[in-house]
């Protein structure tokens, strides 16, 4: 099946550590994207790649790390230097280079720091 | 920067109603606008693609418009099912797309037996 797959589903951080959220596509999609989502407050952008080995930060990346080396991974870090990291956090994927492919998200990795 | 709001924010409504989302957004300059469901806890499913140049589209019980001039999508939901209960969310692609897309908050829906 073609799709979006996150893992963990639900993760749980001890203060000061550093924890890695997983995202894969067999969509053969250029773009990814993580997207941080609290109550209230609808789905914001962390960081977007448009193609391997480049990314961009988008409007929350502070405490966040990103990498791209291969098309269909982009993995998502949070730091020990987000201090709220507890959300939903969503994965998403599209054509890329055209702006006109429709995208598609994971099924979301909640996140809670204990 | 593009802001995109959603009206209303939670609607309930009986089993059978047709009703209508709003979605409206500042720069008209869109690529795309996409609308998708989200269940309690779960990831986002699209819904429909809606690309600049189009007006609208349809999936089955499902019709959105795009009005770029104004600014402005509807979704439009025929002869609603419980089932149907879910967060509507809409978002666009602009300004080169260097943004990613853009997200209102919602609307949460409820379908009443």
């Known amino acids: 099946d073609g799709g979006i797959t996150q893992s963990p589903k639900y993760l749980f951080r001890k203060e000061g550590q550093n924890v890695t959220l997983s995202c894969e596509q067999n969509l053969n999609h250029d773009a990814m994207y993580w997207y941080r989502q609290d109550p209230g407050q609808g789905l914001r952008l962390i960081y977007y790649?448009?193609?391997?080995?480049?990314?961009q930060k988008g409007d929350i990346a502070e405490g966040y790390s990103v990498s791209r080396e291969k098309k269909e991974s982009f993995p998502l870090t949070v730091t020990s230097a987000q201090k709220n990291p507890t959300a939903f956090y969503l994965c998403?994927?599209?054509?890329?280079?055209?702006?006109?492919?429709?995208?598609?998200f994971g099924q979301g990795t909640r996140l809670t720091v204990v | 920067k593009q802001e995109v709001t959603q009206i209303p924010a939670a609607l309930s409504v009986p089993e059978g109603e047709n009703l209508v989302l709003n979605c409206s957004f500042t720069?008209?300059?869109?690529?795309?606008l996409q609308w998708f469901r989200q269940d309690p806890g779960k990831g986002l499913t699209s819904l429909l693609l809606?690309?600049?140049?189009?007006r609208e589209q349809t999936s089955g019980r499902l019709n959105a418009s795009l009005d770029k001039s104004s600014g402005r999508s509807t979704l439009y939901i025929a002869a609603s099912q419980p089932g149907d209960s879910a967060t509507y969310l809409c978002a666009t692609i602009s300004g080169g797309g260097a943004d990613g897309l853009t997200f209102g908050k919602g609307t949460h829906l409820i379908i009443q037996p």
């Open positions: 720069d008209s300059a869109i690529y795309n």
């Open positions: 790649s448009q193609i391997v080995n480049d990314f």
């Open positions: 998403a994927s599209s054509g890329g280079a055209s702006m006109n492919t429709e995208a598609f």
């Open positions: 809606i690309q600049s140049s189009q």
